[in-house]
């Protein structure tokens, strides 16, 4: 009898594990038909659910965050057995992109999502096909100030080859440093920084300037003036003619291909500048889930 006993429970084991990946998913689909079934709640269940999983995905795009809430509205609910989802919305606030970009709040919200339900059930959101959100970056004066400190940007400002910025100083390479950004009404910034030159230490920079996007990726600098009351007298003409060199730094690094994130592109379509925060209003191209 323990013989007949043994025999039994492995033919039940082996039909069990060899069908275990099938059985799990109609399982949970079946379950989840039934708590869907139930009006009182079907909504709260499976939007929970989706929103939980994209919750988690989305906080591994950034290197640190305070917070990241994600919802999703589904109506009815049962459509979301289908992996039909009506929108998905993400607002974060306190978050680090690339351990350099501090951006103050990020939000974006899409329209209908189609999700592969067998990601779903791992624990995966997998979009059946590409998705554009409307989203809105906020950065701070702060924020964008302690980027121009990061690594990867001060590079971009130091040896400096162009004939622009070569101009006074015998065709020798040209440093920037000290770089501080002050944003004013109107949609313009005044932005200060400091070079050497061979007959002149510390040489002050000081600018004003319009901020606007240039096809949709690359932040780019317009209508500057020279800010001579930062600048002593003598040396003004020098300050004034590293302006253009200076300025043409700025407009080929200030590249919004830095703000992109695993499987999500932005794409701005209007900058605006309200009191100490610049906002990027435009929409996202969201190709995949991060690492999914």
């Known amino acids: 009898m323990d ?14 594990t060899s069908r275990s990946e099938v059985s799990l998913q109609v399982l949970t689909l079946s379950m989840l ?10 909504k709260d269940f499976g939007e929970n659910m989706i929103s939980s999983v994209a919750r988690q995905a989305i906080q591994q795009l950034f290197t640190r965050s305070e917070s990241v809430d994600v919802s999703i509205r589904c109506a009815p609910a049962s459509k979301i ?29 899409t329209d209908a999502v189609s999700l ?19 989203a809105t970056v906020t950065m701070t004066e702060s924020g964008i100030n302690k980027a121009f400190t ?4 001060e590079k971009r400002l130091q040896d400096v080859t162009s004939e622009e910025a070569t101009s006074l100083s015998g065709g020798d390479p040209v440093s920037f440093r000290d770089v501080q950004m002050v944003l004013l009404p109107h949609q313009r910034v005044k932005i200060v920084a400091k070079t050497d030159l061979p ?52 407009n080929q690094m ?35 889930f991060p690492g999914m």
């Open 3 to 16: 013989r007949c006993f043994e025999s039994s429970w492995q033919a039940c084991s082996y039909f069990v």
């Open 116 to 134: 592969d339900m067998s990601g779903l059930i791992g624990g995966k959101i997998r979009l059946k096909q590409a998705t554009h959100a409307i």
């Open 199 to 250: 007959n002149r230490d510390n040489l002050p920079i000081s600018l004003s300037a319009k901020v606007t996007v240039e096809r949709r990726r690359r932040v780019v600098f317009t209508d500057v003036e020279f800010e001579p009351d930062d600048v002593p007298e003598d040396v003004q003409w020098l300050s004034e003619a590293m302006i253009p060199g200076f300025v043409g730094v700025l």
């Open 81 to 109: 057995l289908q992996g039909i989802v009506d929108s998905f919305q993400m607002k974060g606030r306190g978050l680090v992109i690339k351990k350099m970009f501090e951006a103050e709040a990020m939000e974006f919200e």
């Open 150 to 153: 990061a690594d990867l940007v």
């Open 33 to 42: 038909g039934g708590l869907l079934g139930s009006q009182s709640s079907s």
């Open 254 to 288: 200030v590249d919004l291909e830095r703000f992109d994130l695993d499987g999500v592109s932005l794409r701005v379509n209007q900058l605006d500048v309200k009191g100490k925060q610049l906002l990027f209003n435009g929409y996202a191209e969201i190709e995949h």
